[in-house]
């Protein structure tokens, strides 16, 4: 290789590329090119690193003094930089296809890591920080002002602000020289608003006078959001309470200004705003169909841009939320809908089902309310639901099947069977329900369900156990060893995202913790004690990375209209997604080891 190819290489290996002209020499000018053959054992806890190496061609496998393989370098991968931080090397390096490769001195790799601090930190930091490094490199590119921007990037109003026992009239004259339609109204360090509209509502429609004080007429409390928030979760705020403003505070919780929905939709003019609109105005089973097939629009546009997997999710969960709603009140008729509650479950009710995989739902129907009549239209619910796009569950959890669709009482009777006869579909059952979420109807009869499962769980440990086994159901690779092979697909799912979904429902199950999604469960058991916050970020950096690259190979599924699975194919990742992808499953390796742990799952048969 000539000196202008070796630097061409190197600028491709993360973090080689954040080295200035310099930097870069002096690992040219310290580096030669070695080759191995196959078997070789190039590093031991006997034979201490004296190099650091960056694989041209071949294969290594790093093997514990158990045999265990714990990963495998390819092409373009490097090692094992440890050692020659830390002065020991726990491991065997043997090659496995002969190798050729460039072998760093020691003593410039050392060098380096004392001179460029980003270097430094990649090989230094946690594996928290090295995963959010390799993303920020991966996706720095695609990420746009929609992914990044704050609240305080964009434009927010000043606030008119006035005290508690203010006239209305005096409020109004204030708020016209702040050329506003809002009013704020401060009362006790709590902040609650008037609007024009409230104003209407409750003034000009009830007769009432100007000379009554704001708080007659003020809600409380004003919903706001941080400066320093991401804007597109503050988008989600609007969207998901179906609101055209929130306040904007500081770290004190000071009020800096108003923050207008048009502002933000100016801010990124998307069409997502579009179809919740069309969602809210649709009166008839066509228009909503409509609304809900460009919700896969919404999904690429946001993907394209940059926006995190976690938003994405939230931001389609709360659309599709509003089509089941929607639905609900287009179908049963309004005698009925206030005697029955319409869920969802499953990724559905976790809110992590981007692409219409399939439907999980249920309904929940009052004690001596005759279930029969509801029946009729579960099944148009279902067969319209297919129309739009919401494939039939494989396993029939769905409001035509009757025994998702039932009075309170057999929903108790069926906890109960569930818990005392335990098998396997039981558990699945259980674990389905666990996470659902109540869309359209009385919301109390789901909470009320929940109370009293919690109540049966109780002292339940052996049960536990048994229900957190299903997180070891399906095998994690420790390496990703058939990255140049034939087998190269793999079910991401199974491997990576359901130990984790499943793991973290069985604390949370344990833990009595009513939220549904995954990513806001781990953030409560961290607060709880019951995960380390190292696990708690390598958790939730883990599942981000795994549900990304699900979505990126179902939206490529979609372009090519192949079927949609889990399935991604290892061939088409480029290095940092593999390695993304690798330490991801360690991730879920040590992962499994803390559930087996904490519940015992060894003890058990």
């Known amino acids: 290789m000539s000196l202008r190819d070796q630097e061409s290489f190197l600028s491709n290996i993360h973090p080689f590329e954040v080295l200035n002209g310099e930097e870069m020499n002096l690992c040219i000018r310290n580096m030669d090119i070695a ?21 041209i061609k071949g294969t290594v496998h790093e093997i514990t003094s158990e045999d265990q393989m714990v990963m495998d370098f390819h092409q373009e991968d490097s090692f094992d930089a440890n050692s020659l931080i830390y002065g020991e090397c726990k491991n065997n390096f043997i090659v496995k296809e002969d190798l050729i490769c460039y072998e760093l001195e020691k003593k410039t ?29 991966k996706y720095t590119s695609e990420l746009s002002s929609f992914m990044i921007a704050k609240v305080s990037d964009t434009v927010t109003h000043e606030p008119c602000i006035v005290q ?53 007429i003020a809600i409380f409390p ?24 929130v306040g904007v505070v500081d770290n004190r919780g000071n009020m800096l200004g108003i923050l207008e929905q048009i502002d933000v939709l100016s801010h990124f003019a998307n069409h997502t705003y579009v179809v919740d609109s069309k969602i809210k105005k649709a009166s008839n089973i066509k228009d909503l169909k409509q609304a809900s097939i ?49 869920v969802v479950m499953g990724s559905e009710g976790r809110n992590e089902q981007i692409i219409k995989t399939d439907q999980d739902n249920a309904l929940i129907i009052k004690d001596g309310v005759d279930v029969e009549q509801y029946r009729p239209y579960m ?40 818990i005392e006869a335990p098998d396997m579909q039981n558990y699945m059952d259980l674990a389905i329900f666990f996470d659902s979420f109540a869309v359209a109807g009385d919301k109390e009869l789901l909470i009320k369900l929940k109370d009293d499962l919690f109540n049966k769980l109780h002292d339940q440990d052996v049960f536990m156990a048994y229900f957190a086994k299903a997180t070891l159901a399906f095998d994690t690779p420790n390496i990703i060893a058939n990255f140049m092979t034939k087998t190269h697909y793999i079910d991401i799912k199974k491997t990576g995202i359901f130990p984790i979904v499943q793991g973290i429902r069985s604390l949370a199950l344990r833990e009595r913790i009513r939220e549904t999604t995954t990513v806001k469960r781990i953030k409560i058991l961290e607060r709880r004690k019951v995960l380390e916050s190292s696990m708690a970020n390598e958790l939730l950096e883990a599942f981000d990375i795994l549900c990304t690259l699900r979505l990126k190979s179902q939206l490529l599924k979609l372009q090519e209209n192949k079927k949609i699975n889990n399935e991604i194919d290892t061939h088409s990742l480029g290095k940092i997604e593999r390695d993304l992808l690798k330490d991801s499953f360690k991730i879920v390796i040590d992962f499994k080891k803390f559930i087996t742990y904490t519940f015992r799952i060894d003890k058990i048969s």
């Open 164 to 216: 508690s026992g203010t006239k209305l009239i005096d409020a109004i004259e204030s708020s016209i020289k702040f050329n506003t339609s809002t009013i704020i109204v401060e009362k006790d360090g709590k902040y609650g608003i008037i609007t024009d509209s409230l104003l209407k509502m409750k003034v000009l429609l009830e007769g009432r006078t100007l000379t009554i004080p704001v708080d007659d």
């Open 379 to 418: 099944e148009e619910v279902t067969r319209t639901l297919i129309d739009f796009g919401y494939p039939p569950c494989e396993g029939n959890i769905m409001v035509s099947n009757p025994f998702w669709c039932k009075s309170f009482q057999a929903y108790t009777d069926e906890t109960k069977k569930w």
């Open 294 to 342: 460009e919700l896969i629009n919404t999904i690429t546009i946001l993907n394209a841009k940059g926006v995190k997997v976690n938003h994405i999710s939230n931001l389609i969960g709360q659309l599709n939320t509003k089509v089941y709603k929607k639905l609900y009140g287009l179908i049963i008729p309004k005698e009925l809908q206030n005697d029955a509650c319409l």
């Open 35 to 55: 080759y191995y053959p196959k078997d070789t054992t190039i590093l031991s806890p006997e034979k201490n690193s004296t190099h650091f190496f960056i694989i």
């Open 109 to 137: 790799f050392l060098s380096l890591i004392e001179n460029n601090t980003k270097f430094k930190e990649f090989f230094l930091n946690n594996l928290v920080s090295k995963l959010q490094n390799l993303k920020e490199k």
């Open 222 to 245: 004003l919903l706001t959001v941080n400066k320093d928030d991401y804007l597109f979760d503050a988008f989600s705020i609007l969207i998901k309470k179906n609101i055209k403003r």
